[in-house]
């Protein structure tokens, strides 16, 4: 395991305010911008492939991730994302293999990794403690493996982004047309679910359960409003998203404010998703 | 070629031709199967029988165009035409600009379909007309032996279908491609295309439109209130020329096996 201590030291030294000095903040503040490019990106997707739901059904099956991780005796950071890529990979292998709708299939997969998440964790009090962990989130708990774990995730994501994002597009506006102009559809969909389900889990650790789905569509909403082309939007969603966590960590953190800093972060990309519709209102009035 | 769906037969031993450098025209009311042979065309529908695809003279499988039908797609995503026609064929992402050569492939592409201002214009904004031709175009992109249509003209109004159809005309015989189009306009079947696949579930009649759309096998196909349009379509609306088969282009036969 690397020393991470001078990057800390550097953070520390780069934003000079005090609540920035102490460690659990510096490691926050490297595990959120490490996290908000990736969901930003992996949210411009999320929302133009209607898939806000899959996540959702992603974030819920890290209960069950938990609780099967107690009953083999594997650790939670691998136990979780095993079980999020499965799901994630088994919706997709469902949705192409029948004849329900897509919401039907998710919610159906949904349904049982939520129950079978909290039917263990009702036979283990022990793991019940853990459930409010998973809830709400604690980015200030992070841990030097946990960034390491973020930094690897995001390189795989950049090659994947570099790689992919024109077919994706392309998957987006009409998966058929895409199909019959040699777009290899179904090995982009399955890649693009397990990459999701692994990035949703590792934003369960820092947003909760909860929030984990508004981090991905959230600065992806404001910045459709605000792009007027592909590139256009993704750039908005990265910089929304960044600026959302680093400005949420910050408030969150100043003694007259002292809220969590999952919520913090959403509310401030909730702001910028306000402020989207002034330049939508203004093409429109210009359109008329 | 036979196609069931959830027991239904919606194709009924169907054996059709599809001539080289042609323009054929698959026509029948609704529901009758039109789309559903496209797609066991194009091979994204489970059949029984066989499509047999000729090779290029050089040996290789055709390149394959491909125009949906009033194609239904999220229209607020902010996606420009040049992204649009860029995302098929440059690698690196969009996010990082479209590059110069695939600006001026794209720009060379909305010239060949009249919609050379449509470039800077967001996909979702354009007309129904407009985004065909801008469909066309990136069909196009594949530089195809066999341009497959999917009622292109559907919900288009008339000037911007009579538009598409020209362009299409002179595209066919700049290029010398393979055509087919599903559509229920007769009158399209009678100045457009150079062979015609009456369907109804089963094939009715194929060969040279006027010997095939007669009042007997339009009745056929469509039923009794069609005996007076013979009559019309021969001075039908769409003012497109016929351009005769060369042997440039692949042929398709699908049948019985």
Same mark, same amino acid.
């Given at each position: 395991?690397?020393?991470?201590?001078?990057?800390?030291?550097?953070?520390?030294?780069?934003?000079?305010?005090?609540?920035?000095?102490?460690?659990?903040?510096?490691?926050?503040?490297?595990?959120?911008?490490?996290?908000?490019?990736?969901?930003?990106?992996?949210?411009?997707?999320?929302?133009?492939?209607?898939?806000?739901?899959?996540?959702?059904?992603?974030?819920?099956?890290?209960?069950?991730?938990?609780?099967?991780?107690?009953?083999?005796?594997?650790?939670?950071?691998?136990?979780?994302?095993?079980?999020?890529?499965?799901?994630?990979?088994?919706?997709?292998?469902?949705?192409?293999?029948?004849?329900?709708?897509?919401?039907?299939?998710?919610?159906?997969?949904?349904?049982?990794?939520?129950?079978?998440?909290?039917?263990?964790?009702?036979?283990?009090?022990?793991?019940?403690?853990?459930?409010?962990?998973?809830?709400?989130?604690?980015?200030?708990?992070?841990?030097?493996?946990?960034?390491?774990?973020?930094?690897?995730?995001?390189?795989?994501?950049?090659?994947?982004?570099?790689?992919?994002?024109?077919?994706?597009?392309?998957?987006?506006?009409?998966?058929?047309?895409?199909?019959?102009?040699?777009?290899?559809?179904?090995?982009?969909?399955?890649?693009?679910?397990?990459?999701?389900?692994?990035?949703?889990?590792?934003?369960?650790?820092?947003?909760?359960?909860?929030?984990?789905?508004?981090?991905?569509?959230?600065?992806?909403?404001?910045?459709?409003?605000?792009?007027?082309?592909?590139?256009?939007?993704?750039?908005?969603?990265?910089?929304?998203?960044?600026?959302?966590?680093?400005?949420?960590?910050?408030?969150?953190?100043?003694?007259?404010?002292?809220?969590?800093?999952?919520?913090?972060?959403?509310?401030?990309?909730?702001?910028?998703?306000?402020?989207?519709?002034?330049?939508?209102?203004?093409?429109?009035?210009?359109?008329? | 070629?036979?196609?069931?769906?959830?027991?239904?037969?919606?194709?009924?031993?169907?054996?059709?031709?599809?001539?080289?450098?042609?323009?054929?025209?698959?026509?029948?009311?609704?529901?009758?199967?039109?789309?559903?042979?496209?797609?066991?065309?194009?091979?994204?529908?489970?059949?029984?029988?066989?499509?047999?695809?000729?090779?290029?003279?050089?040996?290789?499988?055709?390149?394959?165009?491909?125009?949906?039908?009033?194609?239904?797609?999220?229209?607020?995503?902010?996606?420009?035409?040049?992204?649009?026609?860029?995302?098929?064929?440059?690698?690196?992402?969009?996010?990082?600009?479209?590059?110069?050569?695939?600006?001026?492939?794209?720009?060379?592409?909305?010239?060949?379909?009249?919609?050379?201002?449509?470039?800077?214009?967001?996909?979702?904004?354009?007309?129904?007309?407009?985004?065909?031709?801008?469909?066309?175009?990136?069909?196009?992109?594949?530089?195809?032996?066999?341009?497959?249509?999917?009622?292109?003209?559907?919900?288009?109004?008339?000037?911007?279908?009579?538009?598409?159809?020209?362009?299409?005309?002179?595209?066919?015989?700049?290029?010398?491609?393979?055509?087919?189009?599903?559509?229920? &306009?007769?009158?399209?079947?009678?100045?457009?295309?150079?062979?015609?696949?009456?369907?109804?579930?089963?094939?009715?009649?194929?060969?040279?439109?006027?010997?095939?759309?007669?009042?007997?096998?339009?009745?056929?196909?469509?039923?009794?209130?069609?005996?007076?349009?013979?009559? &019309?379509?021969?001075?039908?609306?769409?003012?497109?020329?016929?351009?005769?088969?060369?042997?440039?282009?692949?042929?398709?036969?699908?049948?019985?096996?």
């Amino acid at each position: 395991m690397p020393d991470l201590s001078g990057l800390m030291h550097l953070v520390g030294l780069l934003i000079p305010i005090e609540s920035m000095q102490s460690l659990f903040m510096q490691k926050a503040f490297v595990g959120l911008l490490l996290l908000a490019p990736m969901t930003a990106a992996m949210g411009v997707q999320v929302v133009n492939l209607r898939m806000a739901f899959f996540s959702d059904a992603i974030s819920h099956s890290a209960f069950a991730g938990v609780a099967l991780g107690m009953l083999f005796s594997i650790h939670p950071h691998w136990a979780m994302p095993l079980l999020g890529v499965t799901v994630g990979v088994g919706i997709v292998a469902i949705q192409r293999h029948s004849m329900l709708s897509s919401d039907t299939v998710i919610g159906v997969l949904f349904a049982a990794v939520t129950a079978f998440g909290l039917a263990l964790v009702s036979r283990a009090p022990e793991l019940a403690r853990d459930t409010q962990t998973f809830l709400y989130g604690d980015i200030l708990t992070i841990t030097d493996f946990d960034l390491m774990q973020l930094a690897m995730l995001l390189v795989v994501l950049t090659v994947f982004e570099i790689w992919s994002f024109n077919r994706m597009l392309y998957i987006c506006i009409n998966p058929r047309l895409a199909e019959i102009h040699r777009v290899a559809v179904a090995t982009y969909q399955y890649i693009f679910a397990a990459l999701l389900a692994l990035v949703v889990i590792f934003s369960v650790w820092a947003m909760g359960v909860l929030l984990v789905t508004a981090l991905l569509v959230v600065p992806a909403a404001a910045a459709r409003n605000l792009a007027r082309s592909a590139g256009g939007m993704f750039w908005w969603a990265v910089t929304i998203s960044c600026s959302s966590a680093v400005a949420g960590l910050l408030i969150s953190a100043l003694p007259q404010v002292r809220t969590a800093t999952g919520a913090t972060i959403i509310l401030i990309a909730f702001a910028w998703f306000l402020v989207s519709f002034v330049p939508v209102a203004a093409r429109r009035e210009s359109a008329r | 070629m036979s196609v069931v769906l959830g027991g239904v037969p919606v194709l009924d031993r169907i054996t059709a031709m599809i001539p080289r450098g042609g323009c054929t025209c698959i026509v029948g009311p609704n529901g009758a199967g039109k789309t559903t042979m496209l797609m066991a065309l194009l091979g994204k529908m489970p059949h029984s029988g066989a499509v047999r695809i000729s090779r290029m003279p050089d040996g290789r499988a055709p390149r394959i165009g491909y125009v949906p039908q009033r194609m239904d797609f999220d229209r607020g995503m902010p996606l420009t035409v040049v992204e649009f026609l860029a995302m098929g064929v440059q690698r690196r992402p969009l996010w990082l600009g479209v590059g110069r050569k695939f600006r001026e492939r794209a720009t060379d592409l909305l010239e060949r379909v009249n919609a050379s201002h449509l470039g800077s214009r967001r996909l979702g904004a354009l007309s129904g007309g407009e985004l065909q031709r801008v469909l066309l175009a990136l069909a196009f992109q594949q530089d195809p032996d066999l341009l497959i249509l999917d009622e292109p003209a559907a919900g288009v109004d008339f000037r911007g279908g009579q538009l598409f159809c020209e362009v299409l005309e002179n595209l066919r015989a700049a290029h010398g491609f393979t055509q087919v189009m599903v559509t229920h &306009d007769l009158g399209l079947v009678s100045n457009h295309a150079t062979h015609a696949v009456l369907l109804n579930r089963q094939i009715i009649a194929e060969g040279r439109p006027h010997d095939i759309l007669t009042q007997e096998h339009l009745t056929a196909a469509f039923g009794t209130h069609m005996g007076g349009a013979v009559v &019309d379509i021969a001075t039908g609306p769409c003012h497109c020329t016929n351009h005769g088969p060369d042997d440039a282009s692949p042929g398709v036969g699908g049948g019985q096996e």
